[in-house]
């Protein structure tokens, strides 16, 4: 019996699905390697043990002075090194926040064990969600492990579940989890506010600075730079006109189906004791958690005559002393002021 003609055709279509067969076990296995590499990134975040060394302090309300610190970035290094090396790997960061409740990533390294991750600048109800969807809490187990973090006092709804990486059995109660949150708080904060920092920044008001600075800045430098646009807007009683605290407000709203909705010029107009367009002063609590990072910067804002800032759409930030210098740096990027 004659075999029958292969023809170029049928070889080229045998040599593209052999092609595409490689290239798809090529970016298989470079995404599997990226996702347990962004589980090595949890793992090694619980393991840093940063230096116990107080947090230095360059802001004084009472005098409304601010006077730079040396070595403000070698502090954040030194206090928050975990914070600094895992920023460089905000990529794998992106692949775990996606994965991360999801039982056959958790199960990749071990299924003993579930790795739970708080982000910096995210809501508590945020934390709650992820923390008991991943250990399969009941309704009221999420409730109790929420009372044992905030404890007896009433002031701080937000900024006590320290961002970071904890690994804990699959088992793991409420009341387990939430003695790890409040050591590591006191290890990474209350061990470090010394009495003559509180003396000059509550730790209430400083966690309240950071978490506006959490949620509207990018880098270190920015924070730095927007913790001095917050503190010379408080030292002159202008209100602080901040869109992270018109995307609390609103995501506080029962109906709103997301925790941070873009705001929108109505919003301006929303009636909460969070709405820093309509109230002077600080909010009456922090918007979100903060990391240790943003705490820095609050406590050590750069000192410049800037009150107004904004980002362009790389991220770039631009501050200006004044409104006029304000508008026209938005009208030189964008034809028009905002």
């Not at 080229?12 to 990134?41: N, P």
């Not at 709650?128 to 399969?136: C, E, H, M, T, V």
């Not at 309704?139 to 320290?162: I, K, M, N």
């Not at 949150?181 to 904060?189: D, E, G, K, P």
Request: proline share 6%; hydrophobic share 40%.
């Amino acid at each position: 019996m004659a075999r029958k003609k292969v023809t170029l055709r049928q070889l080229q279509i045998v040599r593209i699905t052999l092609w595409c067969l490689v290239c798809a076990s090529v970016v298989l296995g470079v995404s599997l390697l990226f996702i347990l590499k962004s589980k090595e990134v949890a793992y090694e975040a619980v393991q840093m043990h940063p230096q116990l060394l107080p947090l230095p302090i360059g802001v004084d309300p009472a005098t409304q002075t601010i006077t730079e610190q040396p070595n403000i970035d070698f502090y954040q290094k030194l206090l928050f090194a975990s914070e600094y090396s895992n920023a460089k790997l905000s990529f794998l960061k992106r692949i775990q926040k996606k994965f991360l409740r999801e039982g056959w990533y958790q199960n990749l390294a071990s299924a003993n064990t579930k790795i739970l991750v708080i982000y910096a600048g995210q809501r508590k109800e945020e934390i709650i969600d992820s923390f008991g969807d991943i250990l399969r809490w009941s309704v009221p187990e999420r409730a109790a492990f929420e009372a044992l973090v905030l404890g007896d006092q009433e002031v701080l709804s937000e900024g006590l579940f320290f961002p970071g990486s904890y690994v804990v059995d699959s088992d793991a109660t409420p009341t387990y989890v939430a003695t790890l949150l409040i050591t590591r708080f006191n290890t990474n904060v209350t061990l470090r506010y010394a009495p003559e920092v509180a003396a000059q920044v509550p730790l209430q008001q400083a966690l309240i600075v950071a978490s506006l600075i959490e949620r509207e800045a990018y880098t270190f430098a920015d924070m730095r730079i927007i913790s001095g646009v917050i503190w010379n807007r408080l030292f002159t009683d202008m209100k602080l006109q901040l869109d992270a605290t018109l995307q609390y407000a609103k995501g506080s709203r029962n109906y709103e189906p997301e925790w941070w909705p873009q705001p929108l010029p109505e919003d301006k107009y929303i009636d909460s004791p969070y709405n820093t367009y309509q109230n002077t002063g600080l909010p009456p609590a922090p918007i979100a958690n903060p990391s240790g990072t943003a705490l820095l910067a609050a406590l050590n804002p750069i000192a410049s005559d800037c009150l107004f800032y904004f980002h362009d759409s790389s991220g770039d930030l631009y501050c200006s002393k004044n409104y006029e210098e304000h508008v026209t740096k938005l009208k030189r990027l964008y034809g028009s002021g905002r």
